[in-house]
């Protein structure tokens, strides 16, 4: 670039183009992006800072363009929660989970009743119950009945946003398949399924030969880039010992393959004198270890990481092709042009900034250093480069690092990158050619991966294998990478040792504690359950924990572990397990196994032990009482001794702060209500009230409602149940007394801050932090 601004500097600007819709909540029409696109060649022309702007221009042009043409696509809301019948092709590897299967689906035609409707192109499908159609595969044709909703997911702080996965991933819906006469194979695969069909043919194939290790999730997370089979505990490790970046097919697998077919073509190439003269060594390595990376890519399916690392390694082989040597920033500069270019949706992913600051602080640490280390040595700086350089970005994130990440990955590493990862590609290469040797390669890296797995749950175990901290400020963000930059700088920088205090405020950020006196409370949106979360100056409750699906996915390691950490909270003083059903204990086990829990309280002992709770719990009872901080907690229900039923059985909470109460009822029903009634009358007031049972029509009584007199009523729902809840009749009860009502499922996170001696209105976190991916 003239006009002294280099390459990286527009690139950096464009970058920031396309963040600055990210903030956004509804994106400007269309037509803006092609009209200011066209404003782009001319801003160019012009000199200094305006030329800066041009880049800026052209990256949000082109971020609006994309994203209005995927919205675009988008279910018409007449249809949602109707059947509809849908014809088109299986696009992904169909995963068998839980009762269900689960695949993405692309529509080729939609209609209802006989009337035609837009294609929402692709979308997310399960088939529950679906284990009599063992014959379906990967890019067949079928006609299928299935009920269809727009994206949707759950919305809580440090929470995981669904909405905006499936929009990165360009999927318009999901839904389930209904039962019907009208589901039927259209026809078996078709010649351009080949890569897909290819890649489940293998999955198949290593699942058959490796089932009796307990690393085939793993084997096959390397082989083909499918993590579908890796367990729920295998993540935990491997999230807690900072090796989850090995199990996804990326910038250092992608760069091995390539690094070995370079270097061996680089050598083999000499040997003959005519091909030397035909082509360069280098050039010709640099075009096989391009066409390696490519194979390796499909393999893995072209999934959104290897699409990332195929770029990056391209422009430095384009590099040695045409002899053009490029600086590393360049090259980094020109990588990142080429993946925002092709898919500005990726600085939406975390893997995506993760993936190019790694390479950015390797490249930054190798910068103007004196002197040549032995490569052990530098293989361990690189290490604590790596860890200290993305400890702030993955603290924003995911609220946790891992500091046991060097020693997990000078071992990891290594094994995985040198043995493990060419044992399984070329095992799988050969599983059509010689099935023999296929086997023994997949069985041998499948038993150095047992042993890796072995060696890594054990370091997960150690009680400081990971630092947490509450969600970051902008500031203290924007510290820590000034401090990073200050502490990896090459010797004789002054004062080094400033950087390191510029990371304080980083690893032992806190979020904002209640007063004395005061409560925080949170009601999170977990789909169609209950968790909640009360907060005092040094105390912690969890009501409730939401359901669990399965071995592999609960709401207490979907929403309630992700909250309390972004909030900073390393231990639980009681659990209150309301109701012994599944949607209200599901993810207590999780949180047991997680965070250190004081106390239990439940209203069925028995049954909680039942759900896999080991743990010592009590029965909750009418009586309990106890103060935090100036906060006053009270059991008011169930009796001591009762006949009730199990959902009249629930454990009702009272909280008091500076004269403002709240009160979470369970699923109390009518009958437990009016014995509240009789036994407390207007001394159940609350100013906030958790609806009894989700809003169904057998609670939430006139007599209860005009006892409680809530200022506001909250719903614990999730979008479309299958409940109908909240009942319109029980609406139209708090309607009928000007109530204001908020849904989990609309609201996402709902959260009131209690004892301030005034009313405040509730923070609605899907409407405080949504986006325009996320549905409103």
Not at 437 to 463: E, I, N, Q, T
Request: glycine share 8%; aromatic share 10%; with cysteine.
């Amino acid at each position: 670039m003239r006009s002294g601004f280099p390459l990286r500097t527009g690139v950096m600007a464009f970058l920031a183009g396309i963040l600055s819709l990210q903030w956004l909540q509804v994106l400007p029409a269309i037509e803006w992006s092609i009209l200011l696109l066209l404003a782009f060649p001319l801003l160019l022309l012009l000199p200094g800072y305006w030329r800066l702007t041009g880049w800026w221009l052209a990256g949000a042009c082109w971020m609006l363009l994309q994203a209005q043409l995927i919205l675009a696509h988008s279910l018409p809301l007449e249809l949602e929660g109707q059947d509809v019948l849908i014809r088109g092709r299986i696009s992904s590897l169909p995963e068998q989970n839980f009762r269900r299967k689960r695949f993405e689906f692309e529509i080729e035609s939609l209609s209802r009743n006989g009337q035609t409707f837009p294609s929402p192109g692709r979308v997310r499908l399960s088939w529950y119950h679906a284990g009599r159609h063992e014959n379906l595969h990967a890019g067949q044709y079928w006609q299928l009945q299935v009920r269809l909703k727009r994206p949707r997911g759950l919305m809580n702080p440090g929470g995981f946003d669904y909405e905006s996965w499936l929009f990165q991933h360009r999927i318009r819906a999901t839904g389930y398949i209904r039962k019907s006469h009208d589901n039927h194979k259209l026809t078996d695969v078709g010649s351009s399924c080949f890569l897909l069909c290819l890649r489940e043919k293998i999955r198949d194939q290593i699942i058959r030969i490796t089932r009796t290790s307990h690393s085939t999730g793993l084997l096959l997370a390397l082989s083909i880039g499918d993590r579908s089979l890796i367990s729920t505990e295998q993540w935990q490790w491997l999230r807690k010992t900072g090796t989850s970046h090995l199990v996804a097919i990326s910038g250092l697998h992608i760069g091995l393959v390539a690094g070995l077919m370079f270097l061996l073509l680089n050598w083999l190439w000499r040997f003959s004198g005519l091909l030397m003269l035909s082509c360069p060594a280098p050039r010709a390595a640099a075009w096989g270890a391009m066409a390696a990376a490519l194979v390796y890519a499909a393999l893995a399916g072209f999934s959104i990481p290897t699409q990332r690392a195929l770029i990056m390694l391209s422009v430095v082989m384009l590099g040695i092709i045409f002899n053009r040597p490029l600086s590393p920033g360049r090259t980094l500069a020109l990588a990142l042009l080429a993946v925002l270019t092709l898919d500005p949706l990726a600085v939406m992913s975390a893997g995506f900034w993760l993936s190019f600051l790694a390479v950015w602080v390797i490249v930054y640490g190798l910068a103007a250093r004196v002197g040549k280390p032995d490569k052990w040595q530098q293989w361990w700086r690189s290490q604590y480069w790596v860890t200290l350089g993305l400890m702030p970005v993955l603290l924003l994130f995911f609220q946790q690092v891992s500091l046991i990440a060097p020693l997990a990955n000078v071992v990891a590493i290594p094994l995985v990158s040198l043995l493990i990862a060419p044992l399984s590609l070329l095992g799988s290469l050969l599983l059509f050619i010689n099935p023999d040797w296929a086997a023994f390669l997949l069985l041998a890296a499948s038993w150095l991966l047992d042993r890796l797995s072995d060696y890594l749950s054990w370091l997960a175990a150690v009680p400081f294998a990971t630092w947490s901290a509450s969600v970051l400020s902008l500031p203290a963000l924007l510290l820590s990478l000034l401090g990073m930059l200050w502490l990896l700088a090459p010797r004789g920088i002054p004062a080094r040792w400033l950087g390191g205090v510029m990371l304080l405020p980083v690893l032992f950020a806190r979020f904002q504690l209640p007063l004395q006196d005061q409560a925080r409370f949170t009601l999170l949106d977990v789909g169609q359950g209950l968790a909640a979360v009360v907060q005092t100056r040094h105390h912690v409750l969890v009501f409730d924990t939401g359901a669990r699906f399965g071995a592999s996915f609960n709401m207490g390691d979907a929403v309630l572990i992700p909250f309390l950490r972004n909030q900073g909270i390393q231990r639980v003083d009681r659990l209150i397990l309301s109701h012994a059903d599944n949607d209200h204990l599901g993810g207590a086990a999780s949180l047991l196994a997680q965070i250190p829990v004081q106390k239990i309280l439940a209203s069925d002992p028995q049954r909680a032990r039942k759900k896999g709770i080991i743990q010592s719990i009590s029965a909750c009872h009418r009586g309990q009482q106890w103060n935090w901080d100036g906060v006053a907690f009270r059991l008011l229900h169930p009796p001591l001794t009762t006949q009730l039923r199990r959902n009249d059985r629930s454990c009702v909470l009272q909280v008091e702060a500076g004269g403002q109460r709240l009160l979470l009822s369970g699923d109390i029903e009518k009958k437990a209500e009016r014995q509240l009634v009789r036994s407390y009358g207007h001394e159940l007031q609350a100013e906030i009230l958790v609806a009894p049972h989700h809003g169904s029509k057998t609670s939430s009584t006139a007599i209860f409602i005009d006892s409680v007199s809530p200022r506001y009523v909250l719903f614990p729902t999730g979008y479309r149940n299958r409940y109908g809840f909240p009942h319109p009749s029980v609406l139209a009860r708090y309607r009928l007394r000007k109530i204001p009502y908020y849904q989990s499922w609309a609201s996402g996170a709902i959260s009131f801050t209690l004892g301030t001696g005034e009313h405040r209105q509730p923070q609605l976190f899907r409407h405080t932090n949504g986006h325009f991916w996320n549905s409103f």
